[in-house]
């Protein structure tokens, strides 16, 4: 008898059969319902054949009183294609559509109307459309958020042969959706050395489709950063943790730009390294990337505990993924206990439970809390003898920034600017006796609004947004090689052969040289397309060595009003002390001479004045600066009825006097988050620069005839620098010394000084001390006042704010009114007859220190205390924490040093920074040259990455912007230096020379350079004092140099009268005295040949000096 045991369960197997249909049939919703009402409505429309007959424009009508959502048309699917015999090709089908193919759209008007009329040859024309479903699906499948209305049939006919027609589709507008789950998908990789993969995590990253990558045992440098130009894939971003001293281990982070995460300030611990990022979202999720050395097994587990306490005392979500090197799958060992008992503790999940060491055991662990992750796969990938470790984490909501920044530009070329000439030729302001009488207001407004008319006609705004950053060196070679790691992976993973791994090593490796020279020759012929463009050879080369490290910061118009509200409060907190001082000016001498009117300018000083002004334009400016330049010829006399209408009436019009500032972050590795790691940008308009600049050079000539400004000022002034400022303080510092007596150096500076600027005090002091009067006296007025800023960041601005105090930033003008507000400070240092010397903000204060007074510095005090009530009635703030204190060739004790500085002792330092140069007590610039040693060979290092694809003019261009620069930067203060310090800098050109020429290790250097025409260090010392010696005895250099050096003018009549000779003064130590610029540039001078010492030009004498030194070093 058959088995009937299932025939007691065939009702229920039946209504699981029901279920399970209802379930994946896809147009039955369980969750919808219709009333009685609604079936009726519905039931005459299923005997309704469907002719596709056309009724008012539709092909069939439905009752009005259906739901929307019942009576929405899903989209038409493509026609089937009907099959045919072969031989029958000349149906009437077959020719009615060729027929229709050769008509043009006139004619095939009138054949569709006429066709119309019978509906019997309609309907076989039109029975292959398909035919509309009546009830369109609902639910999960309801795209269409409104009914669709059913396309004419013309719609469905091809134009042409072989064309398509567009207007088939239709736009399927999605319905937003909130709180979608994300699925993050993530990677763990131990790489052992990121430099030699960076091609191939960058292909990894992309094939994968990764939004996280984070790698241990990177093995990159401190501040080595260049491997990441290679390895960052488009629209992503990176985070590097390298071990700071000793070698392996580092740390390192990929992601994507949407997901904003920032890396926080680091951390350390001595048994282990770790990196935390944390990604914004609500509530944030920590994310820390762990390496701890095999070795490192002491304190580790303490370590690591106080870690997690810290970190789950601020975060609900914490995600920890790491190379730990534990065997956790080894539980019998004693660190396996204790760290599975300390992650037990905390409540961590580990989710690893498969090896990832190609010998066994799991050491890569990804550990979380209050996360839902999902392990996908852990697989040898071939990169390094660790398994990558892939896997998702499901996330219930995240905002994500995948809005790309969009600007509003326009397209100026040659024909636009052709255009714009003819036209503002032939508008309103073309004939400028009408316009005389206007006000310079109403002047820049007319010809803002004639500008902006004509820009909009001959180039409108467009809408530009920023693209997908791509990989153009990608070609059908390295494609190929991408396949081919793609079949040796698939393989290996099948069998798992030891020979596969290493076919898969091998084409991995071969595809990362091939990319790596693929890459090389694209640049290399993009600096070749570039050659005459300086910019875009230090553009490519930053792009080499400096990745993008973090994601930029997103922008809001709430961000811009927080840092509008910032800049204020940080002024007025400032200020706030200085309100209730009563001001107490010091006197000092009023200027004789009196400037009262500007000078009307002409086109021909405009013109020069534009050709020198950098390109630079503001978000408010109508005009683009190029325009400015190359229209000059066409806009030009109504430029010049603006700046002459401001210069007579002393007005300057209010578009002038708004700045546009721009936050830039100081330093990448500063957290973008915290509103003071950022400086603000200031532009102005490019039309206020023209006036200011012309106001700037009559200001500039009056002060200059009557000697008014400081001497001791070298900020901003022409033929000034640092390194003439720090000549001057260095000469008098060792010639002090070489007396035999002792010097204190005090280094003030100021915080803020710029945006601290009293208004009222700078205009009494151009009255009272400058001598401005009348016109020139209100237009400075109109200057400072009603002045306004805003905030602009990407696409978004803030509101506008006064500009009350400070002297505008990014201006002309600004420089020189604080260099002339401070001008009273000197008054105080003469009164009390000590030396001093001032670069812009950066005050430099020197006095004796003779121990044979009782009170030695009483002095310095008495003019410090001076010099910081003069500050604050005027607004000026110290700042403290940069106040330096250094003793010259101090005999002292320690002890007894400190008593007699007495307040300054707090501030006494070894070595102290002086407008970028480190300076010691004994005079060795020790510190100095190890400093510019090791910045210079790491450029070497970053260049020689670079090397391959640059040319040997655009390698000898890097090399002299990074490195000779650094070499000659303030090297005039080298002189007389020890040999072994002046060795360290000779071997960094050495190695410059090197990496330029190609020469081997042990080659002698004295060939190389007389090749490269390149003078030795010691010989680029001497060549920059006697070119300052020129320059002194032709008056082109500072007045307080000039007064160090004096001609030879002998009492009797000699030969050497007429021989330009300078005086040699006596020193009496060596290493002191004959340092000082007084005694060696003239000892340096009279030696040179009688031919070069009397040069005419600046040029002829570096030319025949140059050729003198380089016989006497290489020949």
Same mark, same amino acid.
């Given at each position: 008898?058959?088995?009937?045991?299932?025939?007691?369960?065939?009702?229920?197997?039946?209504?699981?059969?029901?279920?399970?249909?209802?379930?994946?049939?896809?147009?039955?919703?369980?969750?919808?319902?219709?009333?009685?009402?609604?079936?009726?409505?519905?039931?005459?429309?299923?005997?309704?054949?469907?002719?596709?007959?056309?009724?008012?424009?539709?092909?069939?009508?439905?009752?009005?009183?259906?739901?929307?959502?019942?009576?929405?048309?899903?989209?038409?699917?493509?026609?089937?294609?009907?099959?045919?015999?072969?031989?029958?090709?000349?149906?009437?089908?077959?020719?009615?559509?060729?027929?229709?193919?050769?008509?043009?759209?006139?004619?095939?008007?009138?054949?569709?109307?006429?066709?119309?009329?019978?509906?019997?040859?309609?309907?076989?024309?039109?029975?292959?459309?398909?035919?509309?479903?009546?009830?369109?699906?609902?639910?999960?499948?309801?795209?269409?958020?409104?009914?669709?209305?059913?396309?004419?049939?013309?719609?469905?006919?091809?134009?042409?042969?072989?064309?398509?027609?567009?207007?088939?589709?239709?736009?399927?507008?999605?319905?937003?959706?909130?709180?979608?789950?994300?699925?993050?998908?993530?990677?763990?990789?131990?790489?052992?050395?990121?430099?030699?993969?960076?091609?191939?995590?960058?292909?990894?990253?992309?094939?994968?489709?990764?939004?996280?990558?984070?790698?241990?045992?990177?093995?990159?440098?401190?501040?080595?950063?260049?491997?990441?130009?290679?390895?960052?894939?488009?629209?992503?971003?990176?985070?590097?943790?390298?071990?700071?001293?000793?070698?392996?281990?580092?740390?390192?982070?990929?992601?994507?730009?949407?997901?904003?995460?920032?890396?926080?300030?680091?951390?350390?611990?001595?048994?282990?390294?770790?990196?935390?990022?944390?990604?914004?979202?609500?509530?944030?999720?920590?994310?820390?990337?762990?390496?701890?050395?095999?070795?490192?097994?002491?304190?580790?587990?303490?370590?690591?505990?106080?870690?997690?306490?810290?970190?789950?005392?601020?975060?609900?979500?914490?995600?920890?993924?790491?190379?730990?090197?534990?065997?956790?799958?080894?539980?019998?060992?004693?660190?396996?206990?204790?760290?599975?008992?300390?992650?037990?503790?905390?409540?961590?999940?580990?989710?690893?439970?498969?090896?990832?060491?190609?010998?066994?055991?799991?050491?890569?662990?990804?550990?979380?809390?209050?996360?839902?992750?999902?392990?996908?796969?852990?697989?040898?990938?071939?990169?390094?003898?660790?398994?990558?470790?892939?896997?998702?984490?499901?996330?219930?909501?995240?905002?994500?920034?995948?809005?790309?920044?969009?600007?509003?530009?326009?397209?100026?070329?040659?024909?636009?600017?052709?255009?714009?000439?003819?036209?503002?030729?032939?508008?309103?302001?073309?004939?400028?006796?009408?316009?005389?009488?206007?006000?310079?207001?109403?002047?820049?407004?007319?010809?803002?609004?004639?500008?902006?008319?004509?820009?909009?006609?001959?180039?409108?705004?467009?809408?530009?947004?920023?693209?997908?950053?791509?990989?153009?060196?990608?070609?059908?070679?390295?494609?190929?090689?991408?396949?081919?790691?793609?079949?040796?992976?698939?393989?290996?993973?099948?069998?798992?052969?030891?020979?596969?791994?290493?076919?898969?090593?091998?084409?991995?490796?071969?595809?990362?040289?091939?990319?790596?020279?693929?890459?090389?020759?694209?640049?290399?012929?993009?600096?070749?397309?570039?050659?005459?463009?300086?910019?875009?050879?230090?553009?490519?080369?930053?792009?080499?060595?400096?990745?993008?490290?973090?994601?930029?910061?997103?922008?809001?118009?709430?961000?811009?009003?927080?840092?509008?509200?910032?800049?204020?409060?940080?002024?007025?907190?400032?200020?706030?002390?200085?309100? /209730? %001082?009563? *001001?107490?000016?010091? #006197?000092? &001498? +009023?200027?004789?001479?009196?400037?009262?009117?500007? @000078?009307? $300018?002409?086109?021909?000083?405009?013109?020069?004045?534009?050709?020198?002004?950098?390109?630079?334009?503001?978000?408010?400016?109508?005009?683009?600066?190029?325009?400015?330049?190359?229209?000059?010829?066409?806009?030009?006399?109504?430029?010049?009825?603006?700046?002459?209408?401001?210069?007579?009436?002393?007005?300057?019009?209010?578009?002038?006097?708004?700045?546009?500032?721009?936050?830039?972050?100081?330093?990448?590795?500063?957290?973008? /988050? %915290?509103? *003071?790691?950022?400086? #603000?940008? &200031? +532009?102005?308009?490019?039309?206020?620069?023209?006036? @200011?600049? $012309?106001?700037?050079?009559?200001?500039?000539?009056?002060?200059?005839?009557?000697?008014?400004?400081?001497?001791?000022?070298?900020?901003?002034?022409?033929?000034?620098?640092?390194?003439?400022?720090?000549?001057?303080?260095?000469?008098?510092?060792?010639?002090?010394?070489?007396?035999?007596?002792?010097?204190?150096?005090?280094?003030?500076?100021?915080?803020?000084?710029?945006?601290?600027?009293?208004?009222?005090?700078?205009?009494?002091?151009?009255?009272?001390?400058?001598?401005?009067?009348?016109?020139?006296?209100?237009?400075?007025?109109?200057?400072?006042?009603?002045?306004?800023?805003?905030?602009?960041?990407?696409?978004?601005?803030?509101?506008?704010?006064?500009?009350?105090?400070?002297?505008?930033?990014?201006?002309?003008?600004?420089?020189?009114?604080?260099?002339?507000?401070?001008?009273?400070?000197?008054?105080?240092?003469?009164?009390?007859?000590?030396?001093?010397?001032?670069?812009?903000?950066?005050?430099?204060?020197?006095?004796?220190?003779?121990?044979?007074?009782?009170?030695?510095?009483?002095?310095?005090?008495?003019?410090?205390?001076?010099?910081?009530?003069?500050?604050?009635?005027?607004?000026?703030?110290?700042?403290?924490?940069?106040?330096?204190?250094?003793?010259?060739?101090?005999?002292?004790?320690?002890?007894?040093?400190?008593?007699?500085?007495?307040?300054?002792?707090?501030?006494?330092?070894?070595?102290?920074?002086?407008?970028?140069?480190?300076?010691?007590?004994?005079?060795?610039?020790?510190?100095?040259?190890?400093?510019?040693?090791?910045?210079?060979?790491?450029?070497?290092?970053?260049?020689?990455?670079?090397?391959?694809?640059?040319?040997?003019?655009?390698?000898?261009?890097?090399?002299?912007?990074?490195?000779?620069?650094?070499?000659?930067?303030?090297?005039?203060?080298?002189?007389?230096?020890?040999?072994?310090?002046?060795?360290?800098?000779?071997?960094?050109?050495?190695?410059?020379?090197?990496?330029?020429?190609?020469?081997?290790?042990?080659?002698?250097?004295?060939?190389?350079?007389?090749?490269?025409?390149?003078?030795?260090?010691?010989?680029?010392?001497?060549?920059?004092?006697?070119?300052?010696?020129?320059?002194?005895?032709?008056?082109?250099?500072?007045?307080?140099?000039?007064?160090?050096?004096?001609?030879?003018?002998?009492?009797?009549?000699?030969?050497?009268?007429?021989?330009?000779?300078?005086?040699?003064?006596?020193?009496?130590?060596?290493?002191?005295?004959?340092?000082?610029?007084?005694?060696?540039?003239?000892?340096?001078?009279?030696?040179?040949?009688?031919?070069?010492?009397?040069?005419?030009?600046?040029?002829?004498?570096?030319?025949?000096?140059?050729?003198?030194?380089?016989?006497?070093?290489?020949?």
């Amino acid at each position: 008898m058959a088995p009937v045991f299932a025939a007691s369960r065939l009702l229920e197997l039946c209504l699981l059969f029901a279920i399970l249909f209802s379930l994946c049939y896809p147009d039955a919703f369980a969750l919808l319902t219709y009333d009685r009402q609604t079936l009726l409505n519905l039931q005459p429309l299923t005997h309704q054949t469907p002719g596709f007959k056309w009724q008012s424009g539709n092909f069939f009508s439905t009752p009005t009183d259906i739901s929307d959502h019942l009576r929405c048309f899903p989209a038409t699917l493509p026609p089937r294609k009907r099959h045919r015999r072969r031989g029958k090709r000349s149906g009437i089908r077959v020719r009615l559509k060729a027929y229709l193919n050769s008509l043009d759209a006139t004619s095939y008007h009138a054949f569709v109307k006429t066709l119309s009329t019978s509906h019997a040859l309609w309907d076989r024309f039109c029975y292959r459309l398909p035919c509309h479903r009546w009830i369109s699906p609902v639910g999960r499948y309801a795209y269409l958020d409104s009914p669709a209305e059913c396309p004419p049939v013309r719609s469905w006919v091809r134009l042409s042969r072989g064309g398509v027609n567009y207007s088939n589709l239709r736009l399927l507008r999605s319905v937003p959706t909130s709180n979608n789950p994300i699925t993050l998908r993530m990677a763990l990789l131990n790489v052992r050395s990121l430099a030699n993969k960076t091609f191939i995590l960058n292909d990894f990253f992309v094939s994968s489709g990764l939004d996280f990558l984070y790698l241990t045992e990177t093995w990159l440098r401190p501040e080595e950063s260049s491997a990441f130009s290679e390895l960052l894939p488009p629209e992503c971003a990176f985070a590097s943790s390298p071990r700071i001293s000793g070698r392996g281990g580092g740390l390192a982070s990929i992601f994507k730009h949407k997901f904003r995460s920032r890396e926080l300030p680091p951390v350390s611990f001595t048994s282990f390294e770790v990196q935390l990022l944390e990604l914004n979202c609500a509530p944030p999720i920590l994310c820390a990337v762990v390496y701890r050395p095999p070795k490192s097994v002491k304190d580790f587990i303490f370590q690591f505990a106080e870690l997690l306490g810290s970190l789950f005392l601020r975060y609900d979500r914490v995600l920890i993924v790491g190379d730990f090197n534990i065997h956790v799958c080894c539980e019998a060992s004693t660190l396996t206990k204790d760290f599975l008992a300390l992650i037990d503790t905390f409540n961590l999940t580990q989710w690893v439970s498969e090896p990832t060491h190609l010998k066994g055991h799991s050491l890569d662990l990804v550990l979380s809390y209050g996360l839902d992750i999902c392990i996908t796969d852990i697989k040898d990938s071939g990169i390094s003898d660790h398994s990558v470790v892939m896997f998702n984490v499901m996330l219930q909501h995240m905002e994500l920034n995948c809005e790309r920044p969009s600007s509003q530009m326009r397209s100026i070329n040659s024909e636009t600017i052709t255009n714009f000439s003819t036209l503002f030729a032939n508008s309103a302001l073309r004939d400028s006796t009408c316009l005389v009488d206007l006000s310079a207001d109403e002047l820049n407004n007319l010809f803002n609004s004639t500008c902006s008319s004509i820009l909009d006609t001959v180039a409108p705004h467009k809408t530009k947004r920023t693209k997908s950053s791509c990989q153009p060196w990608l070609n059908e070679t390295t494609r190929a090689l991408r396949r081919e790691c793609r079949r040796a992976e698939r393989k290996r993973k099948k069998d798992k052969l030891v020979v596969s791994a290493q076919i898969l090593h091998n084409c991995l490796s071969k595809y990362q040289k091939t990319v790596k020279a693929a890459k090389s020759a694209y640049l290399s012929g993009l600096i070749l397309t570039n050659c005459h463009k300086p910019h875009a050879l230090f553009k490519i080369f930053n792009s080499v060595i400096n990745p993008r490290a973090t994601a930029h910061k997103e922008v809001s118009p709430a961000l811009c009003e927080s840092f509008l509200r910032y800049f204020i409060e940080k002024i007025t907190t400032l200020r706030a002390p200085f309100l /209730s %001082v009563v *001001s107490h000016q010091v #006197p000092v &001498s +009023k200027c004789s001479a009196v400037f009262q009117q500007f @000078e009307p $300018v002409t086109l021909s000083d405009v013109k020069v004045i534009i050709d020198h002004l950098t390109i630079s334009n503001s978000p408010h400016d109508i005009l683009p600066a190029r325009i400015f330049k190359e229209a000059l010829n066409t806009i030009g006399p109504c430029i010049l009825l603006i700046l002459n209408a401001s210069l007579s009436s002393g007005c300057v019009p209010s578009a002038f006097k708004h700045a546009v500032v721009q936050p830039v972050i100081k330093k990448t590795n500063l957290d973008h /988050s %915290v509103l *003071s790691n950022y400086r #603000p940008i &200031s +532009k102005l308009p490019f039309m206020s620069k023209i006036l @200011e600049k $012309v106001v700037c050079k009559q200001l500039q000539t009056f002060l200059d005839s009557n000697d008014i400004p400081e001497k001791f000022q070298s900020g901003f002034k022409p033929r000034h620098s640092t390194e003439t400022a720090l000549l001057r303080v260095l000469n008098d510092l060792l010639l002090t010394t070489d007396s035999g007596c002792s010097v204190v150096l005090v280094l003030l500076d100021l915080t803020s000084a710029f945006d601290t600027v009293d208004h009222n005090i700078l205009l009494s002091r151009l009255e009272h001390v400058v001598g401005l009067k009348g016109t020139a006296l209100s237009w400075f007025k109109s200057y400072l006042s009603e002045r306004s800023f805003s905030i602009t960041m990407g696409q978004y601005s803030s509101s506008s704010a006064p500009f009350l105090c400070g002297v505008p930033q990014g201006s002309v003008l600004g420089p020189m009114l604080f260099s002339l507000y401070m001008l009273p400070l000197g008054s105080i240092f003469q009164r009390y007859n000590i030396s001093f010397h001032c670069y812009a903000d950066d005050i430099q204060i020197y006095f004796p220190l003779s121990l044979n007074v009782t009170d030695p510095l009483h002095t310095l005090f008495n003019c410090l205390h001076d010099v910081r009530t003069w500050l604050s009635q005027n607004s000026l703030t110290l700042n403290d924490s940069k106040t330096e204190v250094i003793v010259f060739d101090s005999h002292i004790p320690l002890n007894q040093l400190t008593v007699t500085l007495g307040p300054l002792a707090s501030y006494l330092s070894n070595v102290v920074r002086d407008l970028g140069v480190l300076l010691d007590s004994s005079f060795k610039l020790e510190k100095q040259v190890s400093t510019v040693v090791k910045s210079s060979f790491y450029q070497l290092r970053q260049i020689a990455k670079a090397k391959p694809f640059l040319s040997h003019k655009d390698l000898e261009k890097l090399i002299h912007a990074f490195i000779t620069s650094r070499l000659d930067y303030c090297n005039s203060l080298y002189l007389g230096l020890p040999h072994s310090s002046l060795h360290r800098l000779q071997l960094v050109q050495n190695s410059a020379a090197r990496l330029l020429l190609g020469a081997r290790m042990h080659d002698h250097m004295t060939p190389v350079l007389a090749k490269l025409h390149w003078l030795p260090v010691k010989f680029r010392i001497d060549f920059k004092i006697l070119l300052l010696t020129y320059k002194i005895l032709n008056n082109m250099a500072p007045s307080y140099l000039t007064e160090l050096l004096h001609l030879y003018n002998p009492i009797k009549a000699l030969r050497s009268s007429n021989q330009m000779l300078l005086m040699q003064p006596k020193s009496r130590l060596k290493t002191r005295g004959d340092r000082a610029f007084a005694i060696v540039a003239p000892r340096l001078w009279n030696n040179l040949p009688i031919a070069i010492r009397s040069s005419e030009t600046v040029q002829s004498f570096k030319s025949r000096l140059k050729t003198h030194l380089f016989t006497l070093a290489l020949m």
